[in-house]
C-alpha cells in the first residue's frame, strides 16, 4: 500500500539524479518493512534520500565499491528462490567501446561490461529480469533500470526490449518512471538523431502463478 490519500503525490517523469527518482517511486512503492535487493549497487546513490533504517537492503554488486557490499554477479545472487521483497537492476547500457567513457566513474563498465556488445548487454538484462524473477516472492516487485541508445548510429530501444523479457517471464507492467537528466554533451558536429537525456525505470510485479519452474 502506497501513500494514496495521505497527500504524497507522485509523477511519472522526474528531473535530477537516481536519489531523486527512488524518493519518487517510494511514494507509491514504499520500501519500508521491506527486504530489497540491489543486484547492481553500485556507488548506492539510489538509496541516499530515503530513510534505510525502516527496510532491509541486501547490496550486490560485480565490482563492490565498499566492503559492506556483497560481491555477485546479477545473473547468480547467492540467495533462495522466492526469499525477497523487491529487486532492484541498474547494469551497464552502454556497449563497451574499448575506452573510457563518461559513464566509467558510475558503472565502472572496464571491470563489469569489458568485451561486451550490444547484443551482450541485452542478454545481461535479460539474464537479470530471469534472476530478479527468481528471487521475488509472489506479487514481489521488480524495478529495471535503463535507457535507449543510438549506437553504430542505430537506435536501440532497451526500454522496449526489457519490457517483452519481463513479459515473457511472467512479470506484469506495473509503472514507469522517467528520469529527466539536464542536457549532455553532444560529441558529433552534424546531429542525426535527437540527444536522449532521459532514462526509464521500469516497476513489474510478478504474478502469483509466475516462475514455478526456474
Known sequence: MGYEGLGMKAYTC???????????????????GKTVVDATYGKGIFWRKLDMTTFNLIPFDIAPRFVYVRQADL????????SVDVVVLDPPYKPDAGKTTLHE???????????????????LYG????????????C???????????????Q?????????????????????????????????KKQKHARKNHSVLWVFKKGKNA????
Open 75 to 82: 545473473r547468480e545472487i547467492p540467495l533462495e528462490n522466492e
Open 105 to 123: 566513474g558510475t558503472y565502472k563498465n572496464r571491470e563489469t561490461t569489458k568485451g561486451m556488445n550490444y547484443e551482450a548487454l541485452k542478454a
Open 127 to 138: 539474464d537479470g529480469i530471469k534472476e530478479g524473477g527468481r528471487l521475488l516472492k509472489p
Open 211 to 214: 516462475w514455478k519452474e526456474y
Open 156 to 188: 536501440h530501444r532497451s526500454s522496449i526490449y526489457i519490457w517483452s523479457v519481463a513479459a515473457h517471464y511472467g512479470l506484469d507492467d506495473q509503472d514507469q518512471f522517467i528520469l529527466c537528466n539536464g542536457r549532455p554533451p553532444i560529441q558529433h
Open 14 to 32: 522526474v528531473c535530477g539524479n537516481n536519489a531523486d527518482l527512488f524518493a519518487e517511486v517510494d511514494k507509491i512503492y514504499p520500501f519500508a
Open 140 to 154: 514481489g516487485l521488480l524495478m529495471v533500470k535503463c535507457q535507449d541508445l543510438v549506437h553504430s548510429g542505430k
